[in-house]
């Protein structure tokens, strides 16, 4: 995702925290819509996600499960700036 930095799999408890959080954003039937930053160095999509016009990487930032990547800001436009400057 997009301008966020969440824990990754050796961070055992915080990652399938962070990962339960994402599903339960993420319902299954959901009209998502994917905005493409870009892909990363491995050819894998890198991009916001929204639901209903509600960014899931903001609300991963708001619930405590991902941290803005400060390096990679401007890509999201104002989706995280906002929270970040609060």
Not at 6 to 14: F, M, T, V
Not at 17 to 36: E, Y
């Amino acid at each position: 995702m997009a301008c966020l930095d969440a824990p990754e799999r050796k961070q055992a408890s915080y990652s399938a925290a962070s990962t339960n959080r994402l599903k339960q954003l993420l319902l299954r039937g959901a009209n998502v819509q994917v905005r493409q930053v870009e892909r990363d160095r491995y050819g894998r999509l890198v991009a916001e996600v929204f639901i209903d016009n509600k960014s899931i990487n903001l609300q991963m930032v708001k619930d405590g499960q991902a941290v803005v990547y400060r390096q990679y800001l401007n890509a999201c436009g104002a989706t995280l700036v906002t929270i970040h400057q609060s």
